[in-house]
């Protein structure tokens, strides 16, 4: 299985690159400007554009990253407009510094609009503080097909973070099996 992930700019470590011309990318954010030369590719890795967004597409599973599929297309207006419900409330869920740079990543560029998305453990407890954060909040009413849209993307968000934490779980017992 091959995955698609979003290359995030190396300067804010936030925005998405789009392409300026031929080989040159610049960053949606920042504007810093990068050429494709610069980018260092492993042998099972290439260069690929997704929705505008230049990413890196890898032929073989990459350790600690989990995919989440979204199956209808308001799910990922759904996440990226909770992270910015999140993000604009000063005593919301997301006031620590690194967990504002991860929501503000997630929202501009690794949730596109298709998926599938590869998140690492950090990027879905963000996302499942979120989701919680907001399920808590009085909620307006939506169409129920969608409503049920936003519930099972919420339920794969917090499946793929509990695997993430059973494989940590996992890794460290075994380390310590190691030890002994
Ligand atoms: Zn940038």
């Not at 492993?42 to 032929?59: F, H, K, M, N």
């Not at 998926?115 to 954060?133: I, K």
Request: net charge positive.
């Amino acid at each position: 299985m091959s995955i698609v992930m979003p290359i995030v700019c190396t300067q804010c470590r936030i925005g998405p690159y789009a392409r300026l011309r031929a080989a040159l990318y610049a960053c949606q954010r920042c504007g810093a400007q990068r050429h494709v030369a610069e980018f260092e590719l492993a042998s099972c890795e290439r260069l690929t554009v997704e929705e505008g967004r230049l990413c890196i597409q890898r032929d073989r599973a990459v350790p600690d990253l989990f995919t989440v599929e979204p199956t209808h297309g308001v799910q990922a207006p759904y996440l990226r407009a909770t992270l910015k419900r999140a993000l604009l409330h000063e005593l919301g869920p997301l006031a620590q510094p690194e967990q504002a740079e991860i929501a503000m990543r997630l929202r501009e560029t690794t949730l596109t609009d298709r998926g599938p998305w590869s998140l690492t453990r950090a990027e879905l407890g963000t996302l499942v503080v979120a989701l919680r954060w907001r399920r808590g909040r009085a909620q307006t009413a939506v169409d129920p097909h969608v409503e049920r849209a936003h519930e099972n993307i919420t339920k794969a968000i917090a499946s793929a973070y509990a695997s993430a934490y059973e494989n940590d779980l996992r890794a460290m017992q075994e380390g310590k099996g190691a030890g002994q």
